[in-house]
């Protein structure tokens, strides 16, 4: 019985192990992936983690006992160079050979790179893995200067951190706008002046800049108009890709991600592919989705495992989502892209509002400032058929609810 090989043992392939056995999946379960460390959860790389708040062990997703426990063998420090469809196998960089029943991709995502003058400068990263938050944290340390680049949430986050840590903060966004692809602009604003009341120095509409240095160190970021802002570290916050280069040399459908059914099987139905590097079908019918989410990885794991099971469970959950910066919590649920319509409850002046979006008068997406209740209302209501119209919302989001 060869079993479940799970490529990944990031957020998504843990999540998809646990899934089947709680499954009652009985074949061997082998989780495979290229970091050197146990499973881990990357959302504290760039809050608690960075300012030190966080420590090492509660970055694990779970200890040590609990691979064995459970009967997941572990794979780490392991890179998956081949998945062999016809044999059934995939191969890893040190020769191994894993046979597999099914195949489940968790490959996640890479940070992009930057892409302007000076990139390769010491003191210029990005952040993805614990490697990179533990090398952040140690260029932070010895720093007075930080250059953002990319108004993103990850981008933000180490933005707040840093501040916290008492750097001298700058942000630089192409955009006229801050978490333009998830956020409404009501939302960008507020973050916009959240950010600038803390002391970062955040320039919208930024043009590509360039990273300047001396001896092979970042020493400053040149912006577009000329200005030199000194710095002595710059991160790149400027999106992810999905890493697909094992599917596409599987010969397995790629596009923004490996395309995936509504049950998260690939164009070939031992192979399924979950979390940041999946391309699934949207909800709603239109098109396609990828996100770069936790619930994502967990809902799409419950997903996998009820497919290897033989059950017809499809992937319909509202998305949801965090960020954490300074004392502000924002929380997403629903997808306000194509929106008409917004309301505002709250009050924007002590931080505690939420943004309701509609679209053709329908409620489609919250986003929470602060205001937790909406947030776990919001997600109950939006995962319930019944539609919500802005005459409903002092029904379900009573004013009790939104202090
Ligand atoms: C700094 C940071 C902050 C974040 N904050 C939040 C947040 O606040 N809220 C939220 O919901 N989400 C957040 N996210 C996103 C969230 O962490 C991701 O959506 C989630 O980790 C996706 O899980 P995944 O398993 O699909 O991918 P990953 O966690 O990227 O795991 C994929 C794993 O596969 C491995 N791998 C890839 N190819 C191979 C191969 N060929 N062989 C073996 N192993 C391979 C990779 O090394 C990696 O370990 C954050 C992400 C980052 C980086």
């Known amino acids: 019985m060869a079993g479940a090989v799970i490529i990944g043992a990031g957020q998504a392939g843990l999540q998809a192990a646990i899934e089947l056995r709680a499954a009652g999946y009985d074949r061997p379960v082998t989780l495979i992936g290229e970091e050197d460390a146990l499973p881990y959860h ?3 790389l760039s809050k608690a983690y960075l300012t030190g708040e966080k420590s090492a062990d509660a970055l694990l997703m779970r200890g040590e006992a609990f691979y064995a426990e459970q009967a997941i063998t572990l794979a780490l420090d392991t890179i998956v160079v081949d998945l ?8 890893t960089a040190d ?37 990179d938050a533990e090398a952040l944290r140690a260029r932070l340390a010895g720093a007075s200067a930080l250059v953002v680049i990319g108004g993103g949430f990850i981008g933000l986050e180490v933005a707040a951190s840093a501040r916290k840590l008492g ?61 030199l802002v000194p710095c002595q570290v710059v991160v790149g916050g400027v999106g992810v890709t999905p890493n697909v280069t094992l599917a596409e040399a599987a010969g397995l459908a790629v596009s923004n991600g490996i395309v995936v059914d509504a049950r998260q099987r690939t164009s070939d139905e031992a192979v399924f592919a979950l979390g940041d590097c999946a391309s699934f079908p949207h909800p709603s019918g239109e098109g396609r989705l990828r996100l770069e989410s936790v619930q994502n990885a967990v809902d799409q794991a419950r997903i996998v495992a ?38 505002e409850r709250g009050d924007r002046e002590t931080g505690r509002f939420s943004a309701f979006y509609f679209r053709d008068g329908r409620l489609i997406a ?3 400032v602060n205001r937790p209740a909406d947030h776990m209302r919001g997600r109950r209501l939006l995962a319930s058929a019944a539609p919500v119209t802005e005459a409903d919302l002092d029904l379900h989001f009573p004013a009790q609810a939104r202090h």
């Not at 062999?84 to 191969?91: G, H, M």
């Not at 499809?314 to 008409?340: I, N």
């Open 167 to 227: 750097l001298a903060v700058t942000v630089l966004e192409m955009q006229d706008r801050l978490m333009a692809r998830a956020v409404g602009p009501g939302i960008s604003a507020f973050f916009a002046q959240a950010h600038r009341a803390r002391g970062v120095d955040l320039r919208l509409g930024e043009g590509p800049p360039e990273i300047v240095g001396e001896g092979g160190r970042v020493t400053a970021v040149r912006l577009a108009s000329g200005m």
């Open 366 to 368: 919250i986003d929470s």
């Open 42 to 44: 990357r959302p504290p």
């Open 84 to 91: 062999d469809r016809q044999r059934r196998v995939v191969t």
């Open 95 to 131: 020769g191994r050979v894993f046979p597999y029943d099914h195949a489940v991709l968790a490959t996640g995502a890479a940070a992009r790179p930057l892409s302007c003058a000076g990139r390769g400068l010491d003191g210029v990263q990005v952040l993805r893995s614990r490697f």
């Open 306 to 343: 009820s497919a290897i099971m033989g059950r017809s469970d499809t992937y319909a959950a509202v998305p949801w989502f965090w960020s954490d910066q300074y004392d502000l919590k924002l929380q997403m649920v629903g997808l306000s892209h194509g929106h008409t319509h917004v309301v």
